[in-house]
């Protein structure tokens, strides 16, 4: 069971990335799921989230910029446009769930420079 994340980078402001999170060994259908971002020196946060149903959640900063998408076997993408330099972080995928999260896969860097 491992979740893997990909797609990071180095880019500059203004900038784009797509970010995807596959399941080995899991299946993410009953999930809600979503995209997780550690900025340096700060606790992991959500960032967006997409439920079992399809519904989608951006916290207000990324609002606009980043869509969160699923199919329902056993990837989550994550399309980031418009980047900025406070986007900048490691990502990790996960369930929505507090009380029921797969074990944290090592997450993808994503660096944007201004």
């Known amino acids: 069971v491992q979740l893997q994340a990909s797609g990071g980078g180095l880019v500059q402001a203004g900038g784009s990335l797509k970010l995807s999170c596959v399941g080995s060994?899991?299946?993410?259908?009953?999930?809600?799921m979503g995209w997780y971002r550690q900025a340096p020196g700060k606790q992991r946060e959500l960032v967006a989230g997409?439920?079992?149903?399809?519904?989608t959640e951006y916290v207000d900063a990324v609002k606009g910029r980043i869509t969160i998408s699923r199919d329902n076997v056993n990837t989550v993408l994550l399309q980031m446009n418009s980047l900025k330099p406070e986007d900048t972080g490691v990502y990790y995928c996960?369930?929505?769930?507090?009380?029921?999260?797969?074990?944290w896969g090592q997450g993808t860097q994503v660096t944007v420079s201004s």
């Open positions: 996960n369930t929505l769930a507090s009380n029921y999260k797969f074990t």
């Open positions: 060994g899991i299946i993410f259908s009953a999930n809600g």
């Open positions: 997409i439920t079992n149903s399809g519904r």
